[in-house]
């Protein structure tokens, strides 16, 4: 990437930062039977590398080298489009979820069932196993609703001390917290 060209078995061998040898997972060298390094770049980001091995008749020649550059040019400009495909997908599906729960929201005055819908949807963007809605009183956590896909202990209507747990901090601090196994 900081050279932003092709770079031959010779080239880098001789810059500084490979002047050892790169050991693959079998401990052989891992440019054996490599020659030309060629990175994918579309508007300065990597997008990946292309590797070749030694050329079957001859040392790969400037013409070469230029026709590499070219088509590794073109493969980019591909993987960058297929990204973007798979981001606005993405994006689009995240909207539907969000719109969908909208929908869901204003669809019943029963909590529980609300709430089982709505992490229907975002179950299908999130993977999640369990969660809950939580009212903050005083000193307690009263669970309002619970969604679990796996045993919980944890029942609606049950009170919890709110003193010393992450849902306190987060009620104190109005930020959010995204650590595993949080109470």
Known sequence: RREKKLLTRARLASLPDFKRPL???DGKT???GIN???PLIRRNRLMGILVLGEKRSEEYSPEDYSLIQSVTDRVAV?????YLREQIGQQREELSVINRSSSIMASSLDIQQIFDSFIKELRKIVNIDWAAITLITDRDLCLLAVSSEISSTWKVGQQIPAKG????WVAKHHKTIVEPDLI
């Open 30 to 32: 891992s440019l054996d």
């Open 36 to 38: 030309v390094l060629a």
């Open 23 to 25: 050991k693959g997972n």
């Open 165 to 168: 747990t992450a849902t306190e």
């Open 78 to 82: 591909s993987m960058e489009k297929e």
